[in-house]
């Protein structure tokens, strides 16, 4: 089985596409713009006598983070909860938690307004409970067919905001929310324009408390997101749908994905040394964050490619986080397979990565990219060397995992820049089992 990239809906005209749309929250960014967060709530609507609740997990309880959004949203005269029980990689059962909690606290209209503050794990939370409670019935309601239901998604909900608490994750602006299915052992996503957040808060400052691991790990998504969207193929490489509504939300690069993936490749690249060997340095931070946004964008712009469709499997087995196993499969997948579809278009991606390009061609420069992107990951200390040392994976397990990469992750290989077979995908498995000895 393999993908052609040559039909973006099921029913489209005999015509290139014409046309790109994006659509994104409000977006307030910088230092201290967690003091605005009751500003945006009332921005958005939330009144004086309003209640909200503010998803979260116990790391940012302890770190003071919870208490401080408490704080700010109760002195400006909003009442709030905390659900703190957010789980790493939530599953369906996870975020049945949070809404049965919901429920129980305020009935089935739920609260009056969300926030969701932390990684991505306890931003999909919130943006999955919103959805659930706005519109009823269970999480799994809404995963599409045929792990889920597939049903449609009517209400957006009570007003929503996300403050990223790491840079990487692009899930304050994302419309979508990564679930784990644990019965049938997959990972799948709620997806509709009404899940996505209305707002995204991002401080640097509250990204100061994230360890080094965690650093680089989510600053290996990022990259990816910023690497992976600028290499799809073009969103003109697709026929048009009869239908606006048919048009995938991850259609291919646009020139908005252009220049949001330059500047995120850029900064993450040349700050993300100091953001993890020298946490408290602000200015890093800040850089880290916002090409993590604008990595986010990138990938919202464009879609993801071969290595995010990878991971998937990968982390619903063997429960990896997604940042390193991002960060394992990118040097086989994005580099080594993808640039053979436009190497000079990798050549540009080393550029900005920092490599000396000059006096090379375009395939030696991609190829010098890889090298240097692993001596990166070896200089963070933090990154395992391969599948092998992530999860102890072997060459007997890489038939099971490039079958359901092929088989579940359509909305990703789509946009994929080079078609992709499953033995290809097998040789690629088989390839970033080991980075480096
Ligand atoms: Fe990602």
């Known amino acids: 089985m393999s993908y052609e990239r040559s039909v973006s809906a099921p029913d489209h005209d005999l015509a290139p596409e014409t046309v790109w749309h994006v659509q994104m929250p409000q977006i307030r960014f910088g230092r201290d713009a967690i003091e605005e967060l009751p500003f945006q709530l009332r921005d958005l609507g939330v009144d004086e ?16 983070h919870a208490e401080r959004v408490e704080t700010l949203l109760s002195e400006a005269g909003l009442s709030v ?28 209209a739920g609260y009056d307004y969300y926030v969701g503050l932390g990684g991505g794990s306890c931003q999909d939370t919130a943006k999955a ?34 403050v990223p608490t790491t840079a990487g994750t692009g899930a304050e602006i994302s419309p979508v929310a990564i679930l784990s299915v644990e019965e049938k052992n997959i990972k799948e996503g709620i997806s509709s324009n009404h899940i996505r957040a209305d707002a995204a808060v991002l401080d640097p400052a509250l990204t100061t408390t994230l360890p080094p691991g965690q650093t680089a790990k989510t600053a290996m998504d990022a990259l990816g997101h910023a690497i992976e969207g600028y ?69 919202l712009t464009a879609g993801a490619t071969l290595c995010h469709a990878m991971a998937y499997p990968v982390g619903n087995r063997y429960h990896t986080t997604h940042g390193e196993t991002i ?24 550029e900005l990565f920092g490599v000396e390009t000059t006096g090379r061609t375009d395939r030696e420069a991609a190829d010098a990219l890889k090298t240097q992107y692993v001596q990166l990951q070896r200089d963070l200390n933090v990154i395992p060397s391969g599948l092998a040392e992530l999860a102890g994976i072997t060459a007997d397990d890489v038939d099971w995992l490039a079958a359901q990469t092929v088989d579940t992750q359509e909305r990703l290989l789509r946009t994929n820049p080079r078609p992709v077979t499953e033995a290809d995908v097998r040789d690629v498995f088989l390839d970033a089992l080991h980075n480096w000895e």
Do not use: W
């Open 49 to 64: 006598d309003a209640t909200g609740l503010v998803v979260t997990d116990e790391g940012l309880v302890a770190a003071g």
């Open 81 to 108: 909860d905390v659900y703190d029980d957010a789980r790493r990689e939530p599953s369906v059962s996870d975020v049945e938690e949070c809404v049965e909690f919901v429920r129980d606290e305020r009935g089935e």
């Open 129 to 162: 409970t919103r959805t659930v409670v706005a519109n009823g019935g269970s999480p799994l309601d809404y995963v599409a067919e045929p792990t889920g239901n597939g049903k449609a998604i009517a209400e957006s909900g009570p007003p929503l905001v996300l």
């Open 231 to 299: 290499t799809t193929h073009e969103y003109d490489a697709l026929l048009r749908p009869s239908d606006p509504a048919d048009r995938p939300v991850y259609a291919g690069r646009t020139p908005l994905t252009e220049m949001f993936s330059e500047k995120a490749i850029d900064l993450l690249s040349s700050n993300v040394r100091t953001a993890v060997h020298n946490g408290d340095d602000l200015e890093a931070r800040a850089n880290m964050l916002q090409g993590a946004l604008f990595g986010a964008i990138a990938g």
């Open 327 to 350: 960060a394992v499969l990118t040097p086989a997948s994005t580099i080594d397979y993808n640039s053979g579809s436009d190497p000079a278009r990798f050549s540009r991606v080393a």
